[in-house]
C-alpha cells in the first residue's frame, strides 16, 4: 500500500516520474536522455540471483554455525566430565551468536547514477541490512539521495556516496570491511573495477558485472584492445559471445588469484547489446593451484570455423591421492585444418570451465516461476534461464545459418541438425546466446559429415574447389546422416513456447549516449553513467564505440 501512495504521488516541478518494480525514480526535466527500458531485464534478473545467492548463503551459515555450536557444546561436555568450569562464551567460536536468525547481507553498488538499482535492492530484496550506493559525480549522489528520500528508504539502509569507484573498493579490501554483494555496472568496460572487487567481496559472497564493450570482447578490430582490457584475444565466429563471457571469466579468475581466491561461475550471460555475469568469490589456495588447468586457448580455423581448445595446465592424481600440476602439450591441431585447408587463428586465453550452474539455476527459476508480481519481465527470465539450464558444457557452439553458408547450401533445419547428431548419440543443446545454435559434444569432423550428407539431398553449383566449401565437399562422408526427427531434438524449452530469444523491442534500440559532467549529465538508469571521471576519462577507459 505504501508503495502504491508513493507511486500514485505527483512528481514535483521540473522532474519526470518512472515507476520500475517497487521503486519510483524522479528526473529532471533537462536530462537528454531519460530512461532506458531495456535495462529492467538486467535489475530483474540481477534481483532475482541475489535473493537466490542469499537463500543459498544463509543456509550455508545456519550449518557453519550449527556445527560451531554442536563443537562448543561437546568441548563443555568434555570440560563438565573432567570437573572443569566451562570456557567464558566469548571464548567459544562463534559464541554469544544467534544460531537460527539470518544475517542481513550488505551491497555495495560501485556505479550507480540516478540510484534506481539500489533502491530497487533495498526495496526488493527482503534480508537487506545496508547497501553503499556509490557515483563520481556531486549531481547523480544528489540524484540518489533525493530518490531514496522520494522512496521512504532511511540513510541507514541506503547510504549515498560520493567517491572514485576503485578507490572505494580498495577501502573495503579489509576481511571484516567487505561487501556480500558487490555490483559493477559501469558504461563500457568493467576491467579497471575488477582487481578491488574481486578484493573486496565477502569469502563466498557475489560478484555481478556487466560489460558494454561488445565492439572490443566479441568483434576482431579491436584485438588489442581487447588483450590490453581482459588479457586474451576475441574471435571472429558466430560463438564470438560465448568467447566474450569466457574472456571476462577468466579475467575475474586471474584477477582473484592473485590474492588466493577463485570463482565459481553461477550464471553467465550475453544479453542484447552487454554481457552479465554472476559469480561467487571463495578464498582457497588450493583452489588457486587449479587456475592453468581452468584456462584455455581456443585455435579457430579463419575458414570453417572449426573449433578446438586445450587448457594451458594439466592435474594428474600421485600415486598417495596427492595432486600434481603440470604444463599441457601441444598444439592440438595441425598448422592447416584438416577440413578446408585454412590457417587457424588462437583465441583466449579465456574461462574453460562451466559457464553456469544447474543447481542455482534450479533455485533461480523455481523463485522466479512464484514471483510474477516481481518481475515484469519474468517470461523472458524463464525463457533464457532455462536456455541456460539446458547448455551442455561443451565450449562454443554452431549455428544452422552459419553451417550453410560455409558450404554454400540451401539452409538445413536446425531440428535436422540436432537429429543427425542425436541419432549418433552426440549430446546437442541450444546456447543462450545466439538464437539458431547447436552446441554438441560431437567433433567437427562428424559435423561436417552431417553437412556433406544434407549436400548429397540438396546439391549446390558453382563450389570453387579451392574454397573452404569446395575442400570440405570434395571428401565423401564416413557416415550418411540420419535427419528423421529425433524425439529429443526439441528442447524442453521449446516444447514448452518459452520467450527463449528476445526481439528487437524498438527500432534503432541499444545502449543509451553516454554520461557528460556537470550540467550536461545524462543520468539514464545504469547505462548512462560514467566508467570512472569526467566524459573524457570514461570515453578513453572504454575504448571504441559500443555495439
Known amino acids: 500500500m505504501a508503495d502504491q501512495q508513493q507511486q500514485d504521488m505527483p512528481a514535483p516541478k521540473g522532474f519526470k516520474k518512472v515507476t520500475e518494480g517497487k521503486a519510483t525514480i524522479l528526473f529532471?526535466?533537462?536530462?537528454?536522455?531519460?530512461?532506458?527500458?531495456?535495462?529492467?531485464?538486467?535489475?530483474?534478473?540481477?534481483?532475482?540471483?541475489?535473493?537466490?545467492?542469499?537463500?543459498?548463503?544463509?543456509?550455508?551459515?545456519?550449518?557453519?554455525?550449527?556445527?560451531?555450536?554442536?563443537?562448543?557444546?561437546?568441548?563443555?561436555?568434555?570440560?563438565?566430565?573432567?570437573?572443569?568450569?566451562?570456557?567464558?562464551?566469548k571464548e567459544y567460536p562463534g559464541g554469544g551468536l544467534d544460531f537460527t536468525a539470518p544475517r542481513g547481507i550488505t551491497i555495495l553498488e560501485a556505479l550507480s547514477a540516478s540510484g534506481l538499482r539500489s533502491i530497487r535492492y533495498a526495496k526488493e530484496i527482503p534480508n537487506v541490512k545496508h547497501i553503499l550506493t556509490n557515483d563520481l559525480?556531486?549531481?547523480a549522489v544528489t540524484s540518489i539521495k533525493r530518490n531514496a528520500d522520494f522512496n521512504g528508504i532511511s540513510p541507514d539502509l541506503l547510504e549515498p556516496h560520493k567517491g572514485d569507484a576503485i578507490d572505494v573498493l580498495y577501502q573495503h579490501r579489509d576481511p571484516l570491511k567487505r561487501y556480500d554483494v558487490i555490483d559493477l555496472d559501469p558504461y563500457g568496460t568493467a576491467s579497471p573495477f575488477i582487481d578491488g572487487a574481486v578484493q573486496a567481496v565477502t569469502d563466498g559472497g557475489l560478484l555481478c558485472v556487466t560489460c558494454t564493450d561488445l565492439g572490443v570482447l566479441a568483434g576482431s578490430n579491436y584485438t588489442e584492445t581487447c588483450y590490453a582490457k581482459y588479457g586474451g584475444h576475441p574471435v571472429k565466429a558466430d560463438f564470438c559471445h560465448e568467447v566474450a563471457l569466457r574472456l571476462v571469466l577468466n579475467t575475474l579468475s586471474t584477477s582473484a588469484a592473485r590474492y588466493k581466491r577463485h570463482i565459481v561461475p553461477l550464471v553467465s550471460l550475453s544479453i542484447d547489446y552487454y554481457l552479465r555475469v554472476?559469480?561467487?568469490?571463495?578464498?582457497?589456495?588450493?583452489?588457486?593451484?587449479?587456475?592453468?588447468?581452468?584456462?584455455?586457448?581456443?585455435y579457430v580455423c579463419s575458414g570453417c570455423q572449426s573449433a578446438y581448445t586445450q587448457s594451458l595446465g594439466k592435474v594428474t592424481n600421485g600415486p598417495k591421492g596427492n595432486k600434481k600440476f603440470g604444463v599441457n602439450t601441444g598444439p592440438p591441431v595441425d598448422r592447416k585444418c584438416e577440413h578446408c585447408g585454412s590457417k587457424f587463428h588462437v583465441a583466449g586465453p579465456m574461462w574453460g570451465k562451466q559457464l553456469h550452474s544447474v543447481p542455482f539455476i534450479d533455485r533461480m527459476l523455481n523463485h522466479v516461476k512464484d514471483a510474477s508480481e516481481l518481475y515484469k519481465t519474468q517470461p523472458r527470465i524463464l525463457g533464457m534461464l532455462s536456455v541456460c539450464?539446458?547448455?551442455?558444457?561443451?565450449?562454443?557452439?554452431?549455428?544452422?545459418?552459419?553451417?550453410?553458408?560455409?558450404?554454400?547450401?540451401?539452409?538445413?533445419?536446425?531440428?535436422?541438425v540436432s537429429s543427425a547428431l542425436l541419432h549418433q548419440e552426440y549430446k546437442v543443446s541450444g546456447s543462450h546466446a545466439t538464437q539458431g545454435s547447436i552446441?554438441?559434444?560431437?567433433?567437427?569432423?562428424?559435423?561436417?559429415?552431417?553437412?556433406?550428407?544434407?549436400?548429397?539431398?540438396?546439391?549446390?553449383?558453382?563450389?570453387?574447389?579451392?574454397?573452404?566449401?569446395?575442400?570440405?565437399?570434395?571428401?565423401?562422408?564416413?557416415?550418411?546422416?540420419?535427419?528423421?526427427?529425433?524425439?529429443?531434438?526439441?528442447?524442453?524449452?521449446r516444447k514448452n513456447n518459452l520467450v527463449r530469444y528476445q526481439m528487437n523491442p524498438?527500432?534503432?534500440?541499444?545502449?543509451?549516449?553516454?554520461?557528460?559532467?556537470?550540467?550536461?549529465?545524462?543520468?539514464?538508469?545504469d547505462h548512462t553513467k560514467q566508467t570512472q571521471g569526467g566524459s573524457k576519462k570514461a570515453a578513453e577507459a572504454s575504448g571504441p564505440s559500443q555495439v
Open 28 to 89: 529532471p526535466d533537462t536530462n537528454e536522455v531519460f530512461y532506458n527500458p531495456i535495462q529492467e531485464f538486467n535489475r530483474d534478473i540481477s534481483i532475482a540471483a541475489i535473493r537466490t545467492w542469499d537463500e543459498i548463503f544463509q543456509e550455508e551459515r545456519a550449518v557453519k554455525l550449527a556445527e560451531k555450536k554442536a563443537r562448543r557444546e561437546a568441548n563443555a561436555a568434555k570440560r563438565a566430565q573432567e570437573g572443569l568450569d566451562p570456557l567464558p562464551e
Open 137 to 139: 559525480e556531486a549531481d
Open 278 to 298: 554472476f559469480v561467487r568469490v571463495y578464498t582457497s589456495a588450493a583452489e588457486v593451484k587449479m587456475l592453468a588447468s581452468k584456462t584455455s586457448l581456443a
Open 389 to 416: 539450464k539446458e547448455e551442455i558444457e561443451s565450449p562454443f557452439y554452431y549455428t544452422a545459418n552459419g553451417l550453410s553458408g560455409i558450404v554454400h547450401c540451401t539452409s538445413i533445419p536446425l531440428l535436422h
Open 439 to 493: 552446441k554438441t559434444n560431437a567433433p567437427p569432423s562428424v559435423v561436417w559429415d552431417i553437412m556433406r550428407s544434407w549436400v548429397k539431398l540438396n546439391p549446390v553449383k558453382n563450389v570453387k574447389p579451392e574454397s573452404p566449401a569446395g575442400r570440405i565437399l570434395a571428401v565423401e562422408p564416413k557416415k550418411i546422416a540420419n535427419f528423421e526427427m529425433h524425439p529429443d531434438a526439441r528442447s524442453d524449452s
Open 506 to 525: 524498438t527500432k534503432n534500440w541499444g545502449p543509451q549516449s553516454r554520461a557528460g559532467g556537470g550540467n550536461k549529465r545524462k543520468a539514464d538508469d
